[in-house]
Nanobody, 119 residues
């Protein structure tokens, strides 16, 4: 069993920055990929960014160049640095983890943290 706890969400103005953190605990030895999904009301869920244990990354086209994902393997923590935030970034952000390197169907989900960007 793996537990994921997100933090760092909140309200920011357009153009601002925010950093999300996610700490994994439990049977974390089996985790490879970690990342972030987001979902806004009435919108489809989308993968925002992902990173493997080895450091390979992938980003959604809508956030590429603005967001940066990173991780600290020793702390079992993944981060999402969000810069130049836009109102359309408003969503619940979910930390995810998987035993493999792909996050199409993550094995573990966090509870989510709300990010609201005002204009």
């Amino acid at each position: 069993q793996v537990q994921l706890v997100e933090s760092g969400g909140g309200l920011v103005q357009a153009g601002g920055s925010l950093r999300l953190s996610c700490v994994a605990s439990g049977s974390i030895f089996s985790i490879d990929a970690m990342g972030w999904y987001r979902q806004a009301p009435g919108k489809q869920r989308e993968l925002v960014a992902a990173i493997t244990k080895a450091g390979s990354t992938i980003y959604a086209g809508s956030v590429k160049g603005r967001f940066t994902i990173s991780r600290d393997n020793a702390k079992n923590t993944v981060y999402l640095q969000m810069n130049s935030l836009k109102p359309e970034d408003t969503a619940v952000y979910y930390c995810v983890a998987d035993k493999g390197w792909a996050l199409v169907t993550p094995d573990y989900w966090g509870q989510g943290t709300q990010v609201t960007v005002s204009s």
